[in-house]
């Protein structure tokens, strides 16, 4: 359906052979000399060559004049020059062959006019060139199991950062490397992690699906400020979905003032939030908005158990954090079921009287005196075929019963593939010999019993997705149909709107254009009454504002009458409008929803869904698609609208025809699709959905 | 208006003389024999006595057979003897003079009937012998200025917690502790925390009025499941605007997984969580749901300043940070301002071109090169009159840049009153430096942007709240109106239910009562049509549901013909019903509404309003406040219903009489209050809001 370019082979950039640094410094302190030390200091097993006309040789090694001197294949290019300077730098590497280049230099379209050539300098450089770049304006990247540091800032200094199987792109490099500080601090272990800056190349889009692509990664995130490759997101997602690795985003700039600033920091193009959600929601992608969640979630996904289903067994050494477990689960989408009967029975003989065996069951802080009694409870929990995860809550105990505990755990997980978790806040000081165990277990360990549940949550939800979303075939892609659209920014008459609606298979009201003077009763003898009329021109978007709307008109005369009136009206109030005539259509019934198309510039053509009348205009219910979709996305669009109880019908209106407005939906999103490069934007206000069909009553086409 | 206990002096239970140990165990593992450990370990300075009849000396001190055999002043108990004999050792502590008793014991209301008695034989020794009881099924208290650590479990080792400005409360002793524990070692300092178990005497909110008593307690929070004194909440929110002293309740068991875990737990009565919800809004009680929100809010408090205003400047090293702060600050209603012109001219002299001088300022790490332009930035925005609070985002940048950054941060923040703070997740093993020049500064550090951005918001919301609800006057109590009400449980009939109404000045639609078979003419003379004609009868509540009621009669015949018609269908559908007659209405017009009172077992009588129709049914628009309350907060409740935008008119219809809701409101209130001791439930709906003055045209009072 949406075609994007081919998956690149990232492999080179990964893990390099030999790394070129253009315009090493001789001062280690600064952005030219910083990833020199750092590449020596993390043990970058590959040749490292310093480029810089200026010197013979620089840190003990040989300095070349430019990287085409090199005469050695050489896989990566940190560039380092002045902005003015690094498009020939990449000019450079085009003739050394070198495939990548990571561009350290900041000064491009963040600071203005003169940027912004500097920039599409460079862009057009590295398509010549055949350089595939990271950045500008970024922080570098660092490749933690081939030891490639090729950055500056305080992330050059960690290079004994964990190894693990995360990887992750971020447009800002100082606040990133800080989410990867925090998160690895926090038990969270790295892959790759990339600044990917102005993304004047390499987006983030395209860094994530070459994540998904690296067998070493369980598991990517982003932190984004905007990309105009937003589209490229859902096939991200669906990546995401095939290959059971999970994509986190954190999409930031969702304000006016995040906005702002953003425009001065990589100047992405930040879009609108509602656009990313839907991407996000209709292509498996997870949305986070913290770094606590991210490592959570990591930490869940590095057990390398699938959550096989939403129903959570629980135990607690205290009674409290069952129930603060039990609130956040049921709040996420997650089930505490009751436990098997003979799971209960076999608990009661072993959890006293103050406790409970009921999930969430207390087993209480006596168990610590025989320690058997854990395994078994563990045990007991895990056979039970209503269970899908094990969740374990140890308060804060510390010590020697922690340890004790963890034994207990790590033994019982070993002996199932349900995913088995642990929410405990001991103190490492006095606990580590727990963590050792649990850690070498693979049980990952959340501080906050609420912190788990959502991290469960997500990963339930998740694998749900994969069987939902994953299975979605595209829909055939609409052709385009020949219509003669005049040319240029066009806003059409409602006539020539639904005329494209018809042409593309979707229901209007039945309904004629009798052109001024005309005679109506000729004309309307198909249709029945009661009647709408509406003055028919271009130069009207908005007909019910100047007077040019009659509805509900019992019969020819007063359809007459009104027709009329509705062109004086429009000629009053617009005397230089071009008055085609008028439309007159029979009255459709139903509940009134509206349908919209916006092109956006990142994700192109996206249908809006909203529910009509007060709801819409009171509470803003609308909820948005990417075009093109099939059936199913089209029901849970309408499913996810706050007033979707009334498709069901209410206060004694009847259930509507759910199926037909979804059929529509569809239609529509095939359509904005084909039209994407004519379609500014679309408005199909009211469809009415009646008991059966759904029809479009008034219709607005923008082109472009 | 609500009439509570005084508060009492709990100072002889923070800083206890002498402390008696009732069933001290020679094994000092067990649960009375741990306190005696912890307070030995933790250096309490009093004298401790032991009581065990079993024993003439334990542990190195003389034993007592009783305590009332002490003879010396004692100002706490712990009693960890078994549930049978805990209300005896209180007995015994009456007779001693000990006024405080933290009870360890289990067994009791949580364990089943048996328990329910023991625990109800227990409530009565204790105010029979005038000792004031926390617990029972508690892990016990910790007062660490005093050393007091009276408690059991891993809380028993904790002695070297740190002291600080927060209190807290607890129902689960386990997960309560864990918090503390886990807050503590993300940096703050505790002053009491008291395990409140099944809360037979003392309930959370006492102890939270005691904490905001407390000289050194500047924050408290509270864990809570629920509470039977759920009303003496609101006397804790004001207390805590009063003293502008913020107070955190975290509601557990706020979903019915939770519920049921809460019964087995410390069977607290859980309520509705909404209601609670309403009780916080109304109080300036502040809600959190983990953890993180407790540390970070309480690291804000203990710097001692007041949030003057809402406008936030913010410095970044890192672009990226700047624009998370900024969208979590405006989501949580903080706001960005932009800097004075002069500011940002000063800021454009130090901040380079690829940074940005507008609000959130993106300083760039290229700052750290001179340390000097660090200290003038932060006094250029400190200076800035727009701003009323400074947060300054490090990343996560370590070592002496970050020391050299404290040293500066630390120095602007003495020079002013506006709160300053930090978010910064640096290595603390390799800034212990700049962590220590901080926390000697009194600067607080939270590790991200967001957590910051949420926590400045919620105290700037509760100096709102100080300014907004702490000058609200409690209304002048509605007196009961003598009432000829019927006896027992009784739904009265639409008719009596208004004259109930209009008794408390309730505006209610012109009407009259026919008798079944009277003349309608005589009756109606001085309404206006249309009418609207109701069946009256107290077995029917549902009128509609059995044709009893009929809309829009434009005359008197037809009022006539439905009068036949409405007691005829409802005689069909309930035979046994007895028929007092027809209620003839004149029919009110305006936006719907629904106004509610439910007679809640924590709360008392509580009013809910929601929106009418389509709204209600399909949004559960609905709030609540707990009666009585003013004209202020019946505003409140108006604004906050997510179809607010309706009463200022939509779709061309006109704007209604909101004033006149809002008055109705504080009369029902009023009412239901005043009326707590028989009302059970009450529903007026729909309520008419018309352009000039609001009516009810149902209404349904359940009495009890």
Same mark, same amino acid.
């Given at each position: 359906m949406t075609v994007t370019k081919p998956a690149a082979d990232f492999s080179a950039l990964f893990h390099p052979r030999a790394i070129a640094v253009i315009g090493a410094s001789q001062d280690l302190t600064r952005i030219s000399g910083q990833p020199i030390k750092a590449l020596k200091a993390a043990g970058y097993k590959g040749d490292i060559y310093l480029v810089n006309p200026k010197y013979p040789e620089l840190h003990g090694l040989k300095c070349y004049p430019s990287a085409a001197s090199i005469n050695a294949p050489v896989d990566m290019a940190i560039v380092a020059v002045p902005a003015p300077g690094v498009a020939d730098a990449i000019r450079d590497c085009g003739k050394a062959g070198i495939k990548y280049a990571v561009v350290l230099t900041a000064g491009f379209r963040e600071t203005g006019a003169e940027g912004v050539n500097l920039e599409a300098e460079l862009k057009r450089a590295g398509i010549e060139a055949g350089v595939r770049m990271v950045g500008p304006n970024c922080q570098g990247m660092v490749a933690v199991p081939s030891r490639v540091w090729a950055c500056f800032g305080s992330i050059s200094e960690e290079v004994e950062l964990t190894e693990g199987d995360v990887s992750c792109v971020f447009q800002s490099g100082g606040f990133g490397y800080a989410i990867v500080n925090l998160a690895e601090l926090q038990g969270v272990g790295f892959r790759t992690c990339v600044s990917s800056g102005n993304e004047t190349d390499l987006s983030t889009p395209e860094m994530l699906e070459a994540f998904l692509d690296d067998p070493g990664t369980k598991m990517a995130f982003a932190v984004?400020?905007?990309?105009?490759?937003?589209r490229r997101l859902l096939d991200v997602g669906r990546k995401a979905l095939a290959t059971g690795k999970p994509v986190l985003i954190w999409k930031s700039a969702n304000t006016e003032a995040g906005a702002k600033a953003a425009a001065s920091h990589t100047a992405n193009m930040t879009g609108r939030a509602d656009l990313f959600r839907a991407a996000f929601r209709q292509s498996g992608l997870i949305e986070v908005d913290d770094v606590e969640p991210i490592v959570d979630i990591a930490k869940l996904v590095s057990q390398g158990r699938r959550a096989k289903g939403k129903r959570i067994g629980a135990l607690s050494i205290s009674g409290g954090s069952g129930i603060v477990f039990a609130d956040r689960c049921v709040?996420?989408?997650?089930?505490?079921?009751?436990?098997?009967?003979?799971?209960?029975?076999?608990?009661?003989k072993i959890i006293p009287a103050f406790g409970s065996s009921e999930n969430p069951a207390d087993v209480t802080a006596g168990i610590f005196n025989d320690m058997g009694l854990l395994t078994k409870t563990l045990e007991i929990v895990l056979q039970d075929p209503g269970i899908d995860q094990l969740t374990i809550m140890l308060a804060s105990i510390p010590g020697a019963p922690a340890a004790r505990a963890a034994e207990a755990i790590v033994a019982a997980a070993a002996k199932t593939d349900k995913p088995v978790h642990v929410a405990w806040s001991?103190?490492?000081s006095k606990s580590e010999a727990a963590y050792r165990i649990l850690e070498a277990g693979k049980v990952p360990v959340v501080p906050t019993p609420v912190r788990l549940a959502q991290a469960a949550a997500v990963l339930a939800r998740f694998e749900e997705d994969r069987a939902r979303l994953g299975t979605r075939k595209a829909p055939a892609p609409t052709k385009p149909v020949t219509l003669s659209l005049p040319a240029g920014a066009v806003t059409l008459s409602e006539a020539e709107s639904k005329d494209v609606l018809s042409a593309y298979g979707i229901a209007v009201t039945q309904e004629v254009v009798v052109p001024e003077g005309g005679s109506l009763l000729a004309k309307v003898a198909k249709l029945s009454p009661p009647f709408a009329v509406k003055v028919v021109s271009r130069d009207i978007a908005h007909k019910s504002d100047v007077g040019g709307v009659k509805l509900g008109l019992r019969d020819v005369l007063s359809a007459e009458a009104a027709a009329r009136e509705v062109v004086a009206n429009a000629r009053r109030a617009k005397p230089d409008a071009k008055i085609e005539g008028v439309l007159v259509s029979e009255m459709a019934t139903g509940l009134e929803v509206l349908i919209g198309v916006v092109n956006d510039p990142g994700f192109g053509p996206t249908v809006a869904l909203g529910l009509g009348g007060v709801l819409t205009?009171?509470?803003?219910d609308?909820?948005?698609?990417?075009?093109?979709?099939?059936?199913?996305? $089209? %029901?849970?669009?309408? @499913?996810?609208?706050?007033? $979707? %109880?009334?498709?069901? @019908?209410?206060?004694?209106?009847p259930a509507v025809d759910i199926e037909a407005l979804a059929r529509m939906l569809v239609q529509v999103s095939g359509m904005a699709y084909a039209m994407k490069d004519r379609l500014a934007e679309m408005d199909i206000n009211p469809v009415f959905v009646g008991q059966k069909g759904a029809v479009a009553a008034d219709a607005l086409v923008v082109l472009k």
């Open positions: 984004m400020e905007g990309t105009p490759d937003a709040r996420e989408g997650l089930t505490l079921p009751p436990f098997a009967a003979s799971t209960v029975a076999a608990l009661r001991g103190r490492r205009e009171v509470l803003r609308v909820t948005y698609r990417i075009a093109p979709f099939g059936i199913e996305d $089209a %029901r849970d669009m309408i @499913g996810e609208l706050k007033g $979707a %109880r009334l498709f069901a @019908g209410y206060r004694g209106q």
